[in-house]
């Protein structure tokens, strides 16, 4: 069994939970939100879209049924840290492969159990996420909180640069509960943290998929003569990424285009919205978004602290499709003369429900029509 050492976690605000880490030791910084699903952990360990925060679990034991990499949602861990109330040693999982403490450790990934994850959760939704340090190293409250207040946040910051794939590369694994359908469209994926469940969809639906680093030029994309662009998921502030933007806006009209998430955001961007950040943000796999044309409820899995403002939109040039049922917040927009949407939650799922796939049912008809 790997040994448990004592661990504090330290918030901007002066408070403070104490407890034990699990996984790697050292020290790490990162904006503290929470995830309401009941499981599914590894694929919110491996979302590219948790770069730079620290995540914890509501849900209270975490870690029974280890770790799987088929579950992957992308290469690695980008997370800073993992906090549960009790992380589980003993696996119960014939797919599993190793257990989430190995897991964590390989990653380098500090683990922190054994605080009340039901007052840190309290809190946040009190206060909002925030910055925070957690340490096996520097247990000293103060000191730690110092630390918390020098960190960085979110705001304004690239994340995208260091979760993006350095080459481009072809993606042709299907998801394994829906057999692909013949390949028909040629889809070029911007790679802004994109989830490996987007790629197996896109397959699904008959897309040969090729995914290029975020930062290609819209010229690039163009030059492929692709059917469709998609605009993945990713982390951090949508407004920090105004080269990416232009690229989008430059692609707008030429071919269709499907966004999810930070590919949502950009899209708004891209047609004069803005964009800002939410008190504790939406992350989870039971969030409640209707669809405003037949007023159909999803339930959704979604993971984001940054949102499209609804009033920034051109009222002549957009249309808001979705909205959140809890905060009512922007969570779907279509372009009303371009062949061009997107969702802010995640219709792959992974982890979470199955209710919006028909999304990418929608982008396929949308480069058949343009064919």
Same mark, same amino acid.
């Given at each position: 069994?790997?040994?448990?050492?004592?661990?504090?976690?330290?918030? @901007?605000?002066?408070?403070?939970?104490?407890?034990?880490?699990?996984?790697?030791?050292?020290?790490?910084?990162?904006?503290?939100?929470?995830?309401?699903?009941?499981?599914?952990?590894?694929?919110?360990?491996?979302?590219?879209?948790?770069?730079?925060?620290?995540?914890?679990?509501?849900?209270?034991?975490?870690?029974?049924?280890?770790?799987?990499? @088929?579950?992957?949602?992308?290469?690695?861990?980008?997370?800073?840290?993992?906090?549960?109330? @009790?992380?589980?040693?003993?696996?119960?999982?014939?797919?599993?492969?190793?257990?989430?403490? @190995?897991?964590?450790?390989?990653?380098?990934?500090?683990?922190?159990?054994?605080?009340?994850?039901?007052?840190?959760?309290?809190?946040?939704?009190?206060?909002?996420?925030?910055?925070?340090?957690?340490?096996?190293?520097?247990?000293?409250?103060?000191?730690?909180?110092?630390?918390?207040?020098?960190?960085?946040?979110?705001?304004?910051?690239?994340?995208?640069?260091?979760?993006?794939?350095?080459?481009?590369?072809?993606?042709?694994?299907?998801?394994?509960?829906?057999?692909?359908?013949?390949?028909?469209?040629?889809?070029?994926?911007?790679?802004?943290?994109?989830?490996?469940?987007?790629?197996?969809?896109?397959?699904?639906?008959?897309?040969?998929?090729?995914?290029?680093?975020?930062?290609?030029?819209?010229?690039?994309?163009?030059?492929?003569?692709?059917?469709?662009?998609?605009?993945?998921?990713?982390?951090?502030?949508?407004?920090?990424?105004?080269?990416?933007?232009?690229?989008?806006?430059?692609?707008?009209?030429k071919r269709p285009i499907f966004g999810i998430c930070l590919g949502h955001q950009l899209l708004g961007q891209a047609m004069g919205g803005t964009t800002s950040k939410l008190k504790f943000g939406h992350h989870g796999g039971n969030q409640p978004v209707m669809h405003l044309r037949d007023r159909h409820?999803?339930?959704?899995?979604?993971?984001?602290?940054f949102v499209v403002d609804m009033d920034s939109l051109p009222a002549g040039a957009v249309d808001v499709t979705h909205v959140n049922l809890n905060d009512q917040t922007v969570e779907g927009l279509r372009c009303k003369d371009i062949a061009a949407f997107s969702v802010q939650y995640h219709p792959e799922?992974?982890?979470?429900?199955?209710?919006?796939?028909?999304?990418?049912?929608?982008?396929?008809?949308?480069?058949?029509?343009?064919?």
């Open positions: 069994m790997m040994s448990s050492r004592e661990a504090l976690l330290a918030l @901007e605000d002066g408070t403070t939970f104490r407890g034990r880490s699990f996984g790697a030791v050292g020290t790490a910084a990162g904006e503290v939100v929470f995830n309401t699903s009941m499981s599914g952990y590894v694929e919110v360990l491996t979302d590219p879209s948790y770069r730079g925060q620290m995540v914890t679990m509501t849900y209270p034991l975490i870690g029974n049924y280890g770790v799987t990499p @088929e579950d992957f949602e992308s290469r690695r861990t980008f997370l800073s840290a993992f906090i549960v109330k @009790e992380c589980s040693r003993r696996v119960s999982n014939w797919r599993s492969r190793t257990s989430l403490p @190995e897991f964590l450790a390989a990653q380098g990934v500090i683990g922190l159990e054994g605080i009340d994850t039901r007052s840190l959760v309290r809190h946040i939704r009190e206060a909002g996420a925030m910055k925070a340090m957690v340490s096996t190293e520097v247990l000293d409250a103060d000191g730690l909180v110092a630390m918390a207040r020098e960190s960085p946040g979110l705001v304004g910051r690239d994340l995208v640069r260091e979760v993006t794939c350095e080459a481009a590369y072809d993606w042709t694994e299907p998801l394994p509960d829906l057999p692909p359908a013949e390949p028909r469209f040629d889809v070029v994926v911007m790679d802004y943290g994109v989830k490996y469940n987007i790629l197996r969809l896109l397959v699904s639906h008959g897309c040969r998929v090729h995914v290029v680093p975020a930062y290609t030029a819209a010229a690039e994309v163009l030059a492929r003569e692709p059917d469709g662009v998609f605009l993945s998921n990713g982390p951090g502030d949508p407004a920090a990424l105004p080269g990416i933007v232009a690229e989008v806006r430059a692609m707008l009209g409820v999803e339930i959704s899995s979604q993971n984001h602290g799922a992974a982890p979470g429900p199955h209710d919006s796939r028909y999304l990418f049912g929608m982008f396929t008809e949308l480069m058949a029509a343009q064919k």
